[in-house]
């Protein structure tokens, strides 16, 4: 191995090493707690070298943000592909999506809430985010309609499940109607 293929090996592993441990400091306290200096002391390296690999937070959430998406997208393509017809592969997607938003609280804020310089809805959108989208796509563009564009009704559906989820966390949703209103959605909105 060369010296330069061992330097970007390093480089790379603490690349991931910052972006882990915002993503942990984030799910503990809250984004609120991360910054430059607390990532600097936690991965035991000065600040200047944290800034050779992110410009600043903004940057740190960006990349959280993808790592985020690209599991989200996992997420729900596994519950839909485990489940059997177009109402159970729906409902599996829905769910998947309400419990991924629940359980990474600070992950689902890097990728929907918070500002990591990322471009959604473009030409120059990064592929893990529009990855995200054709996940739900996949599953849901089959019960668009006939008249619908498989894509409106996907953010459509979309929408639902992110207000869901932020409602939820926030706690103004009574938590026991969880299930029930995943059906409604799949029933009404999807129609099935």
């Known amino acids: 191995m060369s010296v330069q293929e061992r330097k970007a090996r390093e480089r790379a592993d603490r690349e991931r090493l910052i972006v882990a441990t915002a993503r942990e400091l984030a799910e503990q306290q809250g984004w609120d707690a991360v910054t430059t200096r607390r990532l600097a002391e936690r991965i035991e390296?000065?600040?200047?070298?944290?800034?050779?690999?992110?410009?600043?937070?903004?940057?740190?959430?960006?990349?959280?943000?993808?790592?985020?998406?690209?599991?989200?997208?996992?997420?729900?393509?596994?519950?839909?592909?485990?489940?059997?017809?177009?109402?159970?592969?729906?409902?599996?997607?829905?769910?998947?999506?309400?419990?991924?938003?629940?359980?990474?609280?600070?992950?689902?804020?890097?990728?929907?809430?918070?500002?990591?310089?990322?471009?959604?809805?473009r030409e120059d959108t990064p592929e893990p985010l529009k990855d995200a989208f054709a996940a739900l796509l996949e599953t849901l563009g089959e019960v668009a309609g006939d008249r619908v564009h498989p894509g409106l009704f996907t953010e459509v559906f979309w929408a639902s499940l992110h207000g869901l989820a932020t409602l939820a966390r926030a706690g103004r949703l009574p938590p026991e109607g969880g299930g029930q209103r995943v059906e409604l959605l799949v029933e009404r909105l999807a129609g099935l």
């Open 45 to 121: 390296y000065s600040q200047p070298v944290l800034y050779s690999h992110f410009r600043g937070k903004r940057e740190i959430i960006g990349a959280v943000a993808l790592e985020g998406a690209t599991e989200l997208a996992a997420a729900m393509r596994a519950a839909s592909s485990a489940a059997h017809g177009t109402r159970g592969r729906v409902t599996a997607l829905a769910c998947a999506y309400l419990d991924f938003a629940a359980r990474n609280p600070a992950l689902y804020d890097a990728v929907f809430h918070l500002d990591g310089g990322l471009a959604f809805a």
